[in-house]
């Protein structure tokens, strides 16, 4: 744990720029992956520019909220545009570690934390993009209760989706 704070302070909200100003200084860059205005990401990201470390940002939808602040990170503040991993270790000057070159065979994400079979399908059907989880039910013939179930294990219930529906993202 990193902090400026006593130990036993609990972790309130005001407490995190200070945290994250801590963590943006003491990492090569920051990478940030989706971040609406004003959000946390986007006060780090300034942190690491303020620390003249390297801010990445994934660009996203132009009509998604929750893209607005990646997308403005590339646009007006320099970070650099990352489509892949590779993009990242290039601009810092760091090699794979091995023979130097990237695996054989893409790692998927089905293949690393899948808790069993059933899971494992129904990662196949998750995307980049928000899926609601009608959409997944018809895909994969997996019933609904174990689709909310394992998008409740991953923490990927979709709070903000549109019109306060359930979705995957």
Same mark, same amino acid.
Do not use: W
């Given at each position: 744990?990193?902090?400026?704070?006593?130990?036993?302070?609990?972790?309130? *909200?005001?407490?995190?720029?200070?945290?994250?100003?801590?963590?943006?200084?003491?990492?090569?860059?920051?990478?940030?992956?989706?971040?609406?205005?004003? %959000?946390?990401?986007?006060?780090?990201?300034?942190? *690491?520019?303020?620390?003249?470390?390297?801010?990445?940002?994934?660009?996203?939808?132009?009509?998604?909220?929750?893209?607005?602040?990646?997308?403005?990170?590339?646009?007006?503040?320099?970070?650099?545009?990352?489509?892949?991993?590779?993009?990242?270790?290039?601009?810092?000057?760091? =090699?794979?570690?091995?023979?130097?070159?990237?695996?054989?065979?893409?790692?998927?994400?089905? *293949?690393?934390?899948?808790?069993?079979?059933?899971?494992?399908?129904?990662?196949? =059907?998750?995307?980049?993009? %928000?899926?609601?989880?009608?959409?997944?039910?018809?895909?994969?013939?997996?019933?609904?209760?174990?689709?909310?179930?394992?998008?409740?294990?991953?923490?990927?219930?979709?709070?903000?989706?549109?019109?306060?529906?359930?979705?995957?993202?």
């Amino acid at each position: 744990m990193v902090t400026e704070h006593p130990i036993g302070i609990r972790p309130l *909200a005001e407490h995190f720029p200070r945290r994250n100003r801590i963590m943006s200084g003491m990492t090569l860059g920051t990478l940030v992956v989706e971040a609406g205005e004003g %959000s946390g990401a986007l006060i780090t990201a300034n942190l *690491a520019l303020e620390q003249n470390r390297e801010v990445f940002a994934v660009p996203g939808n132009i009509f998604s909220p929750s893209s607005s602040g990646t997308n403005d990170l590339i646009k007006q503040s320099g970070a650099k545009l990352v489509s892949s991993h590779a993009d990242i270790l290039e601009e810092l000057n760091l =090699f794979y570690v091995g023979a130097g070159e990237e695996p054989a065979e893409p790692i998927r994400m089905t *293949a690393v934390f899948p808790a069993d079979a059933g899971e494992a399908k129904l990662l196949q =059907f998750v995307t980049y993009d %928000s899926v609601h989880i009608d959409e997944i039910v018809r895909s994969s013939g997996i019933g609904v209760s174990q689709v909310s179930g394992g998008a409740g294990h991953h923490g990927a219930e979709g709070a903000g989706a549109p019109g306060g529906r359930d979705a995957l993202c």
